[in-house]
């Protein structure tokens, strides 16, 4: 297929169903409407060999996707993008922010017990280490660290519990009505949830954030504990980074209840694209079918001269 070649969203959505196989959450019938206008001729997306017309439209790769194309601001495709969802470790956007804010990146930080007993994903740093700010907002972005993210709230807030409000008030400011938090870094809770909607509007506004922008994009990197010396690598767990072309970060999350989250700021050729996905199944697969749809779609910098 080439690159001008469009595909209608209720095609690709019923590619996407053929090749993942993922059960749609609730009751059938119950999705939201792509938001893509059909092409004269529509073609399938992978090179003939998926049965389009023997696909199954009540099923889904994720419990909620949205892909924006973000020069023009349109929906390329979307599948219950404001439904509440538990987001994992896509917390750690608002808490970086936060972290960004209210913190000074150049502070030292002394690890607490706390911290040092939260669960994985972490580093397993020990309490008494000292970090600089930083790196430890590097560890919670790139590795997902989850000591590193509750040793860097606890500094800033002064307690976990105060930094969640802060969490929650700049969500307030920044009208995610759809979003609440219960904790900083991103676990289980019943009152922790937001949408592929909000968090695409959050992601953008974190994105114009230099220092958040540098760090979700680096694929390694190293911090240290200033007063033991001992180093730490930083792997991101963004598998897309130097394997799609233009990709920027964003985050990766997940939890038993929150699958496999994702998401994915693409700049190339000129167009700029975000995707969120909340529950996907073969994530990655999920996520690079949907980009490349999204650059086949997106609109180039010409397309928007008068």
Known sequence: MTAAT???????????????????????????????????QPVNLFDGSVPVGTARMHRTPAHGILLKDLTTGRTLYEFNADRRLSPASLTKIMSALVILEYGQLDDLVTVSRNAEAAPKIHLRLRAGQIFYLRDLLKAMLITSANDACLAAA?????SEERFVAFMNARAAALGLSDT???????????LHYTTAADLAKLSVIAMQHPVFRSFVREELEIITAVNTYRSYLLKNTNRLLGKIPGVEGVKTGFTSQAGRC?????????????????????????????????????????????
């Not at 050729?269 to 490349?292: F, M």
């Not at 999204?294 to 928007?304: C, D, E, K």
């Open 180 to 190: 609440h938090f219960s904790n900083a870094c991103g676990f289980d809770a019943p």
């Open 6 to 40: 469009a595909v209608p969203s209720t095609m690709l959505a019923a590619v996407l169903a053929v090749m993942l196989l993922f059960p749609s959450p609730g009751s059938a019938g119950t999705h939201s409407s792509p938001l893509v206008s059909p092409p004269a």
């Open 154 to 158: 606890e500094h800033v807030g002064g």
């Open 262 to 306: 994702l998401i994915a700021k693409v700049s190339q050729d000129g167009k700029e694209l975000l995707l969120v996905l909340l529950h996907a199944n073969r994530r990655w697969n999920t996520a690079t079918t949907l980009i490349n749809y999204g650059l086949q779609n997106a609109h180039p910098p010409t397309a928007m001269i008068r």
